[in-house]
Antibody
Framework: QVQLQESGPGLVKPSETLSLTCTVS?????????WGWIRQSPGKGLEWIGT???????YYNPPLKSRVTLSMDTSKNQFSLKLRSVTAADTAVYFC?????????????WGQGTLVTVSS | QSALTQPASVSGSPGQSITISCTGT?????????VSWYQHHPGKAPKLMIY???DRPSGVSNRFSGSKSGNTASLTISGLQAEDEADYYC??????????FGTGTKVTVL
C-alpha cells in the first residue's frame, strides 16, 4: 500500500524559501509514475503546483513556475518542493501525491498534507 | 485559470441520492473528458473517487458515479451513508496543460 508523508518547517518568513519533502513508502519512486505537489489555501482553494517524473522531467503550473523547483532523491525514496520568495499568499496546506501514470496533472494517491504559514 | 464552480453545500438523508455539480468552461470541463472527483475528510488525505469523467479507481464504491454534459460535470452519490459526509472537489485538465480544481462542496448527511 502506497503511503506519502509530507515534512518540513511549519513557519517560513516572507521572502525566504519554503522547503518540503515527501517520503514515500510502499513503492519505489524510481520504478515509475509521476510525483507531484498540490496546495490548499483559504483564498484560492486547491492549486496544482507541479509534477516530477523519475526520469527527471518536470511540469509546473505557469503562475508558480518562476519560483518552484521539484527534485527527487531516489536513494531516500523522497521527492521535494522548493518555493522561493514566499509571501503571505503562499500560506497553505501543502499535499504531496503520486500522480496517475497517464496524466501528469492528476493526483492519484495523496498525503495528509502539512500546513505552512508564511509570517515574520 | 479560474476555479471550477461547485455549490458550497449539499445535504441528504441516509439512503437518498445527491448530485454535486461542477461548472467550468470550454477550456477545461467542456473541452476534455478528464474530469476527476476527490473526497476529503479534513485532516486526512484526499481520496480519488472518479477520474476521466466516470471511471472509478479500484476499491471505490459503485455508489459513486460521474457524468458530464457540456461545461458541467456531476458527481452522484447514491444510497447516501454517514461515512460519505466530507468535502468533495472536482478537477479538470485544461487547455494550458495544467489542472484546475473546483471550489469544493461540503456534503452533510442529515
Amino acid at each position: 500500500q502506497v503511503q506519502l508523508q509530507e515534512s518540513g518547517p511549519g513557519l517560513v518568513k516572507p521572502s525566504e524559501t519554503l522547503s518540503l519533502t515527501c517520503t514515500v513508502s510502499g513503492y519505489s519512486i524510481s520504478s515509475g509514475y509521476y510525483w507531484g505537489w498540490i496546495r490548499q489555501s483559504p483564498g484560492k482553494g486547491l492549486e496544482w503546483i507541479g509534477t516530477i517524473y523519475h526520469a527527471g522531467n518536470t511540469y509546473y503550473n505557469p503562475p508558480l513556475k518562476s519560483r518552484v523547483t521539484l527534485s527527487m532523491d531516489t536513494s531516500k525514496n523522497q521527492f521535494s518542493l522548493k518555493l522561493r520568495s514566499v509571501t503571505a499568499a503562499d500560506t497553505a496546506v501543502y499535499f504531496c501525491a503520486r500522480v496517475k501514470h497517464d496524466d501528469y496533472t492528476l493526483p492519484e494517491i495523496w498525503g495528509q498534507g502539512t500546513l505552512v504559514t508564511v509570517s515574520s | 485559470q479560474s476555479a471550477l464552480t461547485q455549490p458550497a453545500s449539499v445535504s441528504g438523508s441516509p439512503g437518498q441520492s445527491i448530485t454535486i455539480s461542477c461548472t467550468g468552461t470550454s477550456s477545461d470541463v467542456g473541452g476534455y473528458n478528464y474530469v476527476s472527483w476527490y473526497q476529503h475528510h479534513p485532516g486526512k488525505a484526499p481520496k480519488l473517487m472518479i477520474y476521466d469523467v466516470s471511471d472509478r479507481p479500484s476499491g471505490v464504491s459503485n455508489r459513486f458515479s460521474g457524468s458530464k454534459s457540456g461545461n458541467t460535470a456531476s458527481l452522484t452519490i447514491s444510497g447516501l451513508q454517514a461515512e460519505d459526509e466530507a468535502d468533495y472537489y472536482c478537477s479538470s485538465f485544461t487547455t494550458s496543460s495544467t489542472r484546475v480544481f473546483g471550489t469544493g462542496t461540503k456534503v452533510t448527511v442529515l
